[in-house]
């Protein structure tokens, strides 16, 4: 089943849906480093959250021009490991898993 | 099976199920609301409260909520409502507790509504999770069960779904009796290319969107695969599916595709069960 839309249709369609979501990400990057500036600690930029740090990873993969980035983004954001552990000391997830120094 | 009248072709093409969603947490007036958008028939997978219960007792209550309350609630809106039973994997490291309220399971799988086991799978993919996981999978497939299976949250799911397959592959269950849920762009393709059935939820912030559940139907195809909304004591939607066809029909699709994921691809589903019927309203 291919899309029936035209790419300008895609783009009539959820552009200005996606340019808030962009000014959504921007303000609360924003809103971090106001707060870690108060705070003195490391920005958006150097910070060691792993959160902050998983989605500026994938901002990055967004730009890259290949396909497929959801799942791109997904697989990021993913435990590789295989095994299972050795028990489950919380029942939350975090949303991503701590990034190597190699990420995007 | 579809009993009753013969309904009018506005209604078939409004009609619908939702195949995961969690009633014993929502209000009446939400199954008013799914009547009214076009909602059929539901299934409702054993889950987690939002808090660990105390004892196996607890879990008995709830499965008579299940099986007796919950189809009743339904009915007064001319929805068919089925049920799947286990004990979750949120509560599933503790295998002490978690035996008990398997032991109590097999005199509930003789309630009419009941299609199987559900919703197994892995939470924090533990090995006491996996334990009690390939335990619910026994007892399905002695007894020849449909099963339904959470996948992990977040950056677990991958690793998660990968284990679940393996789990399922070990004990020889047929894959087109499994329905592998909450998958999304990651995890689809291993899904449908091993057989299963695969589930995309529509649920807020950390699963699909209409828009990104479409996606994954043009990329991926509508075979094998249904829409549901998971829609629970969280922020989460019980209109969710009719607002994915809503976003499929303002693409373009045709309404048989559209029917075909919200409609015909779970009733083929889950009508593998005998105990599957569909109620439709009278005139």
Known sequence: ?104 | MLCGFRPRHRELTRMYIDPHVHMVSRTTDDYQRMALAGCVAITEPAFWAGYDRSCAQGFVDYFRQLTETEPKRAAQFGISHHTWLCINPKESEDIGLAREVLAEIPRFLECPSVLGIGEIGLNKNSRNELVVLEEHIALAKARNLLILVHTPHLEDKLKGTRLILDAIRHHGVEPGRVLIDHVEEHTVRMVLDRGFWAGMTLYPDTKCTPQRATDIFEMHGTDRIWINSAADWGISDPLAVPKCRDEMRRRGHLADIIRKVSFENPKTFLSQSANFRLRTPAH
């Open chain 1, 1 to 104: 089943m291919s899309i029936p839309l035209r790419a300008e249709q895609v783009a009539d369609l959820a552009f200005l849906e996606h340019r808030a979501k962009v000014v959504d990400i921007a303000a609360f990057l924003d809103r971090f480093d106001r707060a870690a500036l108060a705070e003195g600690i490391a920005s958006s930029a150097t910070t060691d959250d792993v959160r902050i740090r998983a989605l500026c990873a994938a901002l990055d993969l967004l730009r890259d021009g290949h396909a497929e980035r959801a799942r791109r983004v997904l697989e990021l954001w993913s435990d590789h490991s295989l095994e299972p552990i050795a028990h489950a000391h919380t029942k939350g997830a975090v949303g991503a898993v701590r990034l190597p120094p190699s990420a995007p």
